[in-house]
């Protein structure tokens, strides 16, 4: 290897799932001036398809494909089509994920006195629990039963999973997020052994906290000081301050590159100002 060696994914087909949403769009739009070949997966095509046109107009090779990473026939499908239009996976980022109002409690703390209206632990509805864990946890290891298949014995093949400081300590309110998030870093753990004589590696980034258009008006208020939940994640923030996402794509990038991780397999790596590296004392 050589140490000035940029990285360089020519030919290589890269299929991001969740791709019309905020951090795996920006990915997708970075990845393709490595001169790999993109497949935007998302339920939600229109957004995909306008970020394929970005990057197309930008001189890049992409595509959008509506799926649901819930339902096998659609992943089958676009398997297919992704197979015909680019050629088979050799990377996989299984970036669709969230959580659900549903699934998360009004407070921090179960108190003897909460007022009547509290969506507490005790109101927590069982069918959005479902819908996280399953978007999260089955939304990862069913992309990756489908697209693995293509990538079995190829040069550099492997996947990148999106995980989450929740993972290692989970936050307040977000019961489910949390144990799914748990999931998908015990997930890659599992995935990188099982995989690892047939060639394809497995990792994970667990992002820190960042700013992004959605939840800017959840951490700043209108004159832009941090609200009181934004101030305890940044007090909890050894580097105090957010991350922002271009932050966490020398991650992405050190991972997926084998002439730099050839020998990293079954790592979850945090991304996160030290966060997760800090008791708090
Ligand atoms: P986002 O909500 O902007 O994007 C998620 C995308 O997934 C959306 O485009 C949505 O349409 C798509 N999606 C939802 N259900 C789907 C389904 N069934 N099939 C296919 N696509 C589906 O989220 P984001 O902030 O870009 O986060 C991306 C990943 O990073 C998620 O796994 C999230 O949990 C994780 N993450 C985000 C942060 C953060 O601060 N933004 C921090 C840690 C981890």
Redesign the pocket.
């Known amino acids: 290897m050589s140490i000035e060696k940029k990285h360089n994914f020519t030919g290589k087909v890269i299929v991001i799932?969740?791709?019309?949403?905020?951090?795996?769009?920006y990915f997708a739009k970075e990845l393709a001036k490595t001169g790999a070949k993109i497949a935007l997966?998302?339920?939600?095509v229109e957004?995909?398809a306008a970020y394929a046109a970005e990057i197309t107009a930008a001189g890049g090779v992409a595509k959008a494909y509506q799926?649901?990473?819930?339902d096998l026939a659609s992943l089958e499908a676009t398997r297919q089509a992704v197979l015909a239009n680019l050629g088979g996976c050799d990377i996989l980022i299984n970036?669709?994920?969230?959580?659900s109002p549903k699934a998360t409690t009004d407070n921090e703390f179960h108190e003897f006195d909460l007022p009547a209206q509290t969506k507490s632990f005790f109101d927590l509805d069982k069918s959005g629990i479902e819908f996280v864990f399953n978007?999260?946890y089955l939304?990862t290891l069913l992309p990756t039963q489908v697209f693995a298949k293509d990538m079995m014995g190829k040069q550099g093949a492997n996947i990148i999973n999106?995980?989450?400081?929740n993972a290692y300590t989970p936050l307040t309110k977000i019961p489910a997020?949390s144990g799914a998030?748990a999931a998908i870093s015990n997930f890659t753990q599992w995935l990188a052994v099982h995989f690892s004589h047939i060639g394809i590696r497995c990792n994970a980034i667990?992002?820190?906290?960042?700013v992004?258009n959605?939840?800017r008006a959840l951490l700043f208020d209108e004159q832009g000081n941090p609200t009181p939940r934004a101030n305890k994640i940044l007090v909890n923030t050894p580097m105090g301050r957010f991350g922002e996402a271009h932050e966490l794509l020398g991650g992405i990038l050190f991972l997926m590159d084998e002439h730099y991780a050839s020998f990293v397999n079954g790592v979850i790596l945090p991304i996160d100002g030290g966060f997760s590296a800090y008791s708090g004392v």
């Open positions: 799932t969740g791709a019309g949403g905020v951090l795996c769009a997966l998302d339920i939600n957004q995909a799926t649901n990473v819930l970036g669709a994920g969230g959580n978007l999260n939304g999106i995980s989450s400081m997020y998030k667990a992002p820190g906290f960042l992004s959605q939840n």
